[in-house]
């Protein structure tokens, strides 16, 4: 079955790095676009980022661009968000999403999620 | 960015009631909206697609309608295991967009 878990999630100060990653299992990875969305606590679903089965065509939304890049591995099987200049307000839970095959932008399955936590 | 507007926001109902909780897109979307349900530190699960196709192993009690701009989505019999936040999402439009999200409770 399809199986989505995220990691890399943690502590730090504002203006520092991390970098999440998402192992996929359980389906052709290379066949899907993969997004990531995010939830501040407490709050709703505002979703990220996604790229494309090659990693060739990607978006970010306005809030994150210019500080996080998506990537991808097809051959771990593997997503990732790089995020830089972190901010209290990228405080969230950070969750990686497949969608059905030739979809982009609708989420059916997601993984448990990491928690990323911006704070001096 | 198309912006989704739930309401209500949170509701209480008793089990076997029917429970409707509606989503207004800013602009028409056509059909492309699906429902999400969340459970309490759980991650999201796609309940609808495509404003009224019930996703596989979904319990038919759950139903959605609408197209343009209003939809609706409905729990026929509210059961206890239906308690979580429900959020609508569009896909018409870069960036995709979510509601606010419903709470639902049981009275």
């Known amino acids: 079955q399809v199986q989505l878990v995220e990691s890399g999630g943690g502590l730090v100060k504002p203006g520092g790095s991390l970098r999440l990653s998402c192992a996929a299992s359980?389906?052709?990875?290379?066949?899907?676009?993969m997004s990531w969305i995010r939830q501040a606590p407490g709050k709703g679903l505002e979703w990220v980022s996604y790229i494309s089965s090659s990693g060739s065509t990607i978006y970010y939304a306005d809030s994150v661009k210019g500080r996080f890049t998506i990537s991808r591995d097809n051959a771990k099987n593997s997503l990732y968000l790089q995020m830089n200049s972190l901010r209290a307000e990228d405080t969230a839970v950070y969750y990686c999403?497949?969608?059905?095959?030739?979809?982009?932008?609708?989420?059916?399955?997601w993984g448990q999620g990491t928690l990323v936590t911006v704070s001096s | 960015d198309i912006q989704m507007t739930q309401s209500p926001s949170s509701l209480s109902a008793s089990v076997g009631d029917r429970v409707t909780i509606t989503c207004q897109a800013s602009?028409?979307?056509?059909?492309?909206l699906n429902w999400y349900q969340q459970k309490p530190g759980k991650a999201p699960k796609l309940l609808i697609y495509d404003a009224s196709n019930l996703e596989t192993g979904v319990p038919s009690r759950f139903s959605g309608s609408g197209s343009g701009t209003d939809f609706t989505f409905t729990i026929s019999s509210l059961q206890p295991e239906d308690i979580a936040t429900y959020y609508c999402?569009?896909?018409?439009?870069?960036?995709?967009?979510f509601g606010q999200g419903t709470k639902v409770e049981i009275k």
């Open positions: 602009q028409d979307i056509s059909n492309y």
């Open positions: 999402q569009q896909y018409d439009n870069l960036p995709p967009t």
């Open positions: 999403a497949r969608p059905p095959l030739r979809e982009k932008e609708y989420f059916q399955h």
């Open positions: 359980g389906f052709t990875f290379s066949d899907y676009y």
